[in-house]
């Protein structure tokens, strides 16, 4: 039984880029959220997928958006790179009201 | 705004020794509170609380929530150095599939 995989798992990219990353739930799991976690801190929520509708946003600009597919991955796009992006980046497979289980991760990079 | 204090934020002790690591939450409509185990990357799932005073145990490992007093505890018996990581505490809340996340505490177990 597969976990939640993310993909790529590290990711260097330039101060004004696009980048997108990627999520696959795990198995029977059909909502997916995603998280920023920098450095010593713990992670922050930047929104949540379900019925591949956006159905709750955190604190994060314009410049990060989501979809979510059929299949019920999903995609992590951030526009417009600054420094401060650079983060790890977690996505997280649920079934409502239970628990979160976390993937890997995706560490970007941006110089 | 909805908040979750953990402390300390960093704790080293011997191999052999039990440690109570604390989470404090501020929060509108609460649902329950979550404890995750980050060694590397992905924060693996411990335990969920809903409900006051009922312990969860798992192996060494247990915790209780007091929805009186707002806190939670992780304590951890006969510590190994496998029990070093970052250990994360998160509420969710009422109506939302999101997490807020505390700081985590960074437990170094030393032989």
């Known amino acids: 039984d597969a976990g939640v995989t993310q993909s790529p798992t590290h990711l260097i990219k330039t101060r004004g880029q696009q980048v997108t990353l990627r999520c696959s739930p795990k198995s029977g799991h059909d909502t997916v959220s995603w998280y920023q976690q920098a450095l010593g801190q713990g992670p922050q929520f930047i929104f949540q997928y379900y019925e591949e509708e956006e159905r709750q946003r955190g604190n994060f600009p314009d410049r990060f958006s989501g979809h979510q597919f059929p299949n019920y991955s999903s995609e992590l796009n951030v526009n417009a790179l600054l420094l401060g992006d650079s983060a790890l980046y977690l996505c997280?497979?649920?079934?409502?009201?239970?628990?979160?289980?976390f993937g890997n991760g995706t560490r970007l990079t941006v110089t | 705004e909805d908040k979750v204090v953990q402390s300390p934020l960093s704790l080293v002790v011997h191999e052999g020794d039990t440690v109570t690591l604390n989470c404090s939450y501020e929060v509108t409509n609460f649902r329950s509170l979550l404890w995750y185990k980050q060694e590397k990357k992905a924060p693996t799932f411990l335990f969920m609380l809903t409900s006051s005073g009922i312990e969860k145990k798992s192996g060494r490992l247990s915790s209780i929530l007091d929805k009186k007093e707002l806190f939670s505890i992780l304590n951890i018996t006969a510590t190994q150095t496998g029990d070093s990581a970052i250990y994360l505490c998160?509420?969710?809340?009422?109506?939302?599939?999101?997490?807020?996340f505390g700081q985590g505490t960074r437990l170094t177990i030393n032989p």
């Open positions: 998160a509420v969710r809340i009422q109506g939302a599939q999101k997490l807020v």
């Open positions: 997280a497979s649920s079934l409502v009201g239970g628990p979160l289980h």
